[in-house]
């Protein structure tokens, strides 16, 4: 049976992700053959696994940092919000529904059976499970019945370590602040700490380390510095998103509210003749962009409404005149559509919407969803494309005679008649390096980079940093 041991935070955004990342490469390094495990995820940057269902975007790039294909089994819960007090539950891979945060609260508990099931399986077949919390242990009102934090180390019996991020300050207080909340036996399941996040000269926070450890008893397992190629590797968040500027194709993304499955642009933003810019709520958006690209949505409807509240359908039509370009990408393709029709009111109470009206398309809402790997390929270029689709709407019309993608034998996606206007379900389009480099080349720019292998460099770069400034044998000795 497997040995485990779960990486828990003082907060959200502490960097527990990639510390769970950089551990499963550094135990995949040494030999171990690792897993990572999260119980419960929050985030709409989804991922496709080989088995039919979706996962957190974050517990896919652990796998590949394990050196594994993603498994449902890797985050048998996960929720996508799609207003502020609801959210879409996925378990073990497939949508059960969407609960109001309330209802969950007090249904939570039930979800103890699937989690721990996963984690079971998960322990049958690896050497060592690394298990990411979510949030913090610190959420005492939220102990009873929780499955991501304490509820789960207790169940499960797995020993947790307590990750501080100094970055945001005052960390003695965070990691201090979190024992003295925690009931003792929850406090009890904690061997050591880490602190996160450091810049400058490490050996200035070793009077702070000794606080720690006096106020605590719990020992230093050391003192992280920032790793500043993280922005190589896929955000969990979007508010974590960045533009990045510098290149001679400037492309503009709208950060919509609800925006999903936003590492479609990592392979973009990496480019050196890119300029990708996400474009905050409240700023237009910028007339000299080549294109404009229309992101995923867990919401479209309510995203579509938000979109033109920001007043960017009077700056995308501006583009348009111009002679610009736009791709909409799964929500982003509904909305440029005529009509966006959800008669089962699973997105919300607006039963049909006007779409921009960009493409002669109409989407219907349906309750089935479609989760599944898919392989593709540009018509024009020929290009071979691996990508996904998670999605629940089902689009036709007139544009989609007008296809630039293929999935086996049938046409996918729609355009323009004058092609200067696409939209497809396809997710990933991105990450394939010559379907990017046809893409880039149509826009005259250059694609210099190999995605997947500059991923597994940064994933390399990451575990040696850890195994630098962690004492990762006492981890090794504290998983049980």
Request: net charge negative; charged share 20%; with cysteine.
């Amino acid at each position: 049976m497997a040995k485990a041991v779960m990486i828990q935070g003082t907060g959200s955004d502490v960097g527990k992700s990639l510390l769970v990342a950089g551990l499963c490469r550094a135990a995949l390094n040494r030999g171990i053959h690792v897993a990572p495990f999260k119980p419960q995820n929050m985030s709409n940057n989804a991922a496709v696994t080989s088995d039919g269902g979706e996962i957190g975007r974050a517990q896919a790039l652990q796998a590949m940092a394990a050196g594994l294909a993603p498994h449902t089994d890797m985050n048998p819960v996960l929720l996508k919000p799609e207003s502020e007090q609801g959210a879409q539950v996925i378990v073990q891979g497939k949508r059960i529904g969407t609960q109001m945060a309330r209802d969950f609260g007090k249904r939570k508990h039930s979800l103890i059976r699937p989690v721990l099931e996963s984690f079971a399986r998960l322990k049958s077949q690896y050497d060592l499970v690394i298990v990411e919390g979510a949030g913090s242990p610190a959420e005492i009102n939220l102990r009873a019945g929780d499955i991501a934090n304490m509820g789960f180390a207790e169940a499960a019996e797995v020993p947790v370590i307590l990750t501080g991020d100094i970055n945001k300050g005052g960390v003695i207080a965070q990691i201090v602040g979190t024992q003295a909340v925690l009931p003792a036996e929850d406090s009890a399941h904690i061997k050591a700490f880490i602190v996160n996040k450091f810049r400058g000269d490490a050996s200035l926070f070793d009077d702070g380390l000794y606080a720690i450890e006096h106020h605590t008893q719990w020992p230093s397992l050391g003192v992280v510095p920032w790793f500043f190629d993280a922005c190589r590797l896929p955000a969990e968040d979007a508010p974590e998103l960045a533009s990045d500027t510098g290149g001679k194709l400037k492309i503009a993304v709208p950060l919509l509210s609800r925006i999903a499955n936003f590492d479609d642009f990592d392979p973009l933003k990496s480019e050196p003749d890119v300029s990708l810019v996400i474009v905050p709520p409240g700023s237009p958006l910028p007339a000299d962009a080549q294109l404009i690209i229309l992101p995923g949505s867990k919401s479209t409807i309510a995203d579509l409404a938000f979109f033109r509240a920001q007043g960017w359908d009077i700056d995308l039509a501006a583009h348009i005149r111009r002679g610009g370009h736009v791709l909409g990408i799964c929500g982003g393709f509904q909305m440029l559509g005529k009509t966006i029709s959800d008669p089962g009111m699973i997105e919300g109470s607006a039963a049909i919407m006007d779409g921009l009206g960009y493409l002669d398309v109409h989407t219907i809402m349906k309750p089935e969803k479609r989760v599944r790997l898919t392989q593709a390929q540009d018509v024009h270029s020929v290009a071979g494309i691996s990508g996904y689709e998670i999605h629940l709407g089902e689009t036709t019309g007139e544009d989609c005679a007008h296809s630039w993608l293929k999935v086996g034998n049938f046409a996918h996606g729609a355009a323009s008649p004058n092609g200067r206007i696409r939209g497809c379900y396809l997710h990933g389009l991105f990450t394939s390096d010559a379907y990017r480099a046809a893409f880039l080349r149509a826009y005259d720019a250059r694609s210099m980079l190999s995605y997947d292998a500059d991923l597994d460099t940064t994933l390399d770069a990451l575990a040696a940093h850890l195994e630098q400034h962690l004492d990762i044998d006492q981890i090794l000795r504290i998983a049980r």
